[in-house]
């Protein structure tokens, strides 16, 4: 099983749609968690860090929960300019710190 | 501007010839860090550092070496580059590497080696 595992899509959706997008992580002992967004083989950029308690920016929500060992990227009304690959990125624990581990990436498509 | 500076950004080159790919940071980070980017396989960890003098492996560091004598620079060094060592190439940074949560990883523009 990978450590961090990500449905690679391709996603395509038509502008305003909602899309969410999950992420499953096999380390109990991962503390950080975020989501990165890439543009077609440029530089990966924080899209956002994800907290226990759930975190927003605005039309982008992300969840986290432990339990089941998996966080979440929910877009609201999906623009052109979404359409990315979506990474999720997790650390590797106390265990393992300096250690980030990405998934392979979820890719969106925005259609007009 | 605050920048991870990469080169070079394109590197064509012969199996065996050893070459060195730089990396460079202005932002006083702690934190450096070497993946690598390959189709269907995501970006994986190939070394790490924590800072000055103290660098440790990642998921891939078969064949490659760095070293962390400053605090700006880590360069990532290919000593008998092989063609499955193919790929494109990040380096990172971070303010600290603890957690990451309050010090994101800033990302240089990636450097596309070809082996043949």
């Known amino acids: 099983r990978k450590e961090v595992e990500q449905d690679p899509g391709p996603f395509n959706v038509p502008e305003g749609a909602t899309v969410a997008f999950n992420c499953t992580y096999s380390?109990?002992?991962?503390?950080?968690f975020f989501w990165y967004r890439q543009d077609c083989r440029k530089e990966p950029k924080l899209l956002m860090s994800v907290y226990s308690s759930g975190n927003e920016d605005g039309r982008f929500t992300a969840q986290l929960n432990r339990a089941s060992q998996y966080i979440s990227l929910l877009i609201r009304d999906s623009k052109l300019s979404d359409s990315a690959t979506y990474l999720c990125v997790v650390n590797g624990g106390s265990s393992n710190t300096g250690k980030l581990i990405f998934g392979q990436g979820t890719t969106l498509q925005v259609k007009p | 501007e605050a920048q991870v500076t990469q080169n070079p950004r394109y590197l064509i080159t012969v199996t065996g010839k050893k070459l060195t790919v730089t990396c460079s940071q202005n932002m006083n980070h702690e934190y450096m860090s070497w993946y690598r980017q390959d189709p269907g396989l995501g970006l994986r960890q190939i070394y790490y550092s924590m800072n000055v003098e103290v660098t440790d492996k990642g998921d891939v560091p078969e064949g490659y070496k760095v070293s962390r004598k400053e605090k700006r620079n880590f360069p990532l060094i290919l000593e008998s580059p092989s063609p499955n060592q193919t790929s494109l190439y990040f380096c990172a940074s971070s303010l600290s590497g603890w957690g990451f949560l309050d010090s994101p990883l800033h990302f240089g523009n990636g450097t596309r080696l070809t082996v043949t």
């Open positions: 380390n109990s002992a991962s503390q950080s």
